[in-house]
């Protein structure tokens, strides 16, 4: 699903049935939404100018204390923010063993795409090899093992308190597809950007964790005023 795919070019995209060529023009908001959804192609400036914010990012997130801290911190949250009643430190450890032993309930958390909502050190991870072989011609070769086996040791940190929240929806009656979208909502989705975000949050690093870590704790405290003064003053 690409803008090139759907031939998409002034809110009219062209499709084909039957051998004939259609083109239907969508509503503005439609085709925003349709563009968001192809990746993202950064041009050559952007790309130079994303390099200190990406090695400041990978710098801070392979640090072997960080997942530490973001477990507790995203336990929290999740406690916070739970649609079926996570419990503190409980479904926090459920989650971290699950994605250890790789069992029946971490294959379906990460079938039903609740695993990528995280993976946001990953993803940059494979933009600065991108980046390495667009501007040198080569891969990273050897250089970037090291950080992909720390990438490695944090993620069962990072996919705990979300997969223990699938478990925990799953456990209460929830399909696999509602268990996942709880799970992505539970802590900061950092695949949720705005359509023009990409580039500036390439260059910023963490603009957008922090832009959807404070939207999505407005909509949980008007959502749920109670809980949330209960928990921040506990």
């Not at 080569?138 to 250089?143: D, I, K, N, S, Y």
């Not at 944090?154 to 509602?178: C, D, N, Q, V, W």
């Amino acid at each position: 699903l690409s803008e090139r795919g759907l031939g998409l070019a002034d809110d009219v995209i062209s499709v084909w049935r039957n051998g004939q060529r259609e083109q239907w023009r969508v509503a503005p908001e439609l085709s925003a939404s349709l563009r968001s959804m192809s990746p993202y192609q950064a041009n050559l400036f952007v790309s130079l100018m994303a390099w200190p914010a990406r090695g400041l990012r990978t710098g801070i997130t392979v640090a072997p204390r960080f997942p530490i801290w973001n477990l507790i911190r995203d336990s929290f949250d999740a406690t916070i923010q739970s649609q079926y009643g996570f419990r503190l430190g409980i479904d926090s450890f459920r989650g971290f063993v699950e994605s250890l032993r790789k069992g029946p309930r971490f294959r379906e958390f990460r079938a039903s795409g609740a695993g990528f909502a995280g993976e946001f050190f990953s993803q940059r991870g494979r933009g600065l090899g991108e980046a390495v072989k667009r501007i040198t011609g080569r891969g990273p070769g050897r250089l970037l093992q090291p950080l992909q086996a720390l990438k490695a040791f944090g993620r069962p940190f990072e996919e705990a308190a979300r997969l223990g929240e699938f478990m925990r929806a799953r456990e209460k009656g929830a399909t696999a597809f509602e268990a996942g979208l709880a799970a992505k909502q539970v802590t900061t989705d950092f695949q949720q950007i705005g359509a023009n975000m990409q580039a500036m949050s390439m260059m910023t690093a963490f603009l957008n964790p922090a832009i959807q870590s404070l939207s999505q704790m407005v909509r949980v405290t008007k959502a749920h005023p109670a809980r949330v003064i209960a928990l921040g003053l506990g």
